[in-house]
């Protein structure tokens, strides 16, 4: 119970590693906000966190939005009196369009970035003030992409690892830590319908440990992140990947 008398906010928590970060924060004694713009699916994520005992409340989020951000903020600290955690794991990924950065229609790009990119930033600036006074942290969702020329979605990771280590930086001396995790192919809904089984099965056969990742694989890196047992670890963004890259 690591995370007794904590406050903890996942976005887009209502599938996927999102949910599984949830569920694993709760199961550590963490009350914790699933933040989702997908209501059916926010709802039902708290709904069974409580059935199994443990402690979650349902906030509609769009993280592109700035005031929808802050009611976050706001719902969190009247529910729960504080915020501890922010997990900006939100992204559109499933369902995502495929195009290159020459074809992508300009609005569908614009909007991919506010909630990919501009999304961890706004939650960060809204959650901000509750943060610092409870020497809080935060773990962004970024993705091996970020290394990979993936397009858009790459640039949006890319951008995702310079805001953590920038927020790193201005959050540090107020006691914050801000880190991300880059998890490699992950077997979620999303990956199986956004990633054709071909390139699947081609990435696979250059990884060390050849095998897609679980949503069990990346969780335990966040509740580290998260967890005094990384008091002095900021700005890192931590692989999860089965050594898919190998940066030098
Ligand atoms: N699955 C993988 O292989 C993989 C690998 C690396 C990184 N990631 C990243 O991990 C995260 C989760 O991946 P997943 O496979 O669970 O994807 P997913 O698409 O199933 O989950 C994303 C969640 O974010 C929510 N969301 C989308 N737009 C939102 C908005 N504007 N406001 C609030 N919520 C919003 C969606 O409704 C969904 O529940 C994403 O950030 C993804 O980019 C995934």
Redesign the pocket.
Known sequence: MRFENKVSIV??????????YAKALASEGARVVV????ED??RRVATEIGESGGEATFVA?????EA?TRALADATISAYGGIDHLV?????????KMAGLLGIEWDYYKRFM???MH?ALLCARACAASLVERKGAIVN?????AWMAAGY?GI??LALNGITQSLAREFGGQGVRVNA???????????RK??PEFIKDQILSQMPLSR??T?DD?VGACLFLLSDDASWITGQIIQV?GGQLMRP
């Open positions: 976005t887009g928590a209502g599938q996927g590693i999102g949910e599984a933040a989702e713009i997908n699916q926010g989020v769009d993280v592109a939005d929808s900006n794991n939100a992204a559109i990924y499933h369902g995502m506010d909630v990919n999304g969702q970024s993705s091996t992409a979605y949006a990771k995790i880059a998890p490699g192919p992950t077997d979620t809904e999303a990956t956004v990633v897609m990742g949503v990346i990947d």
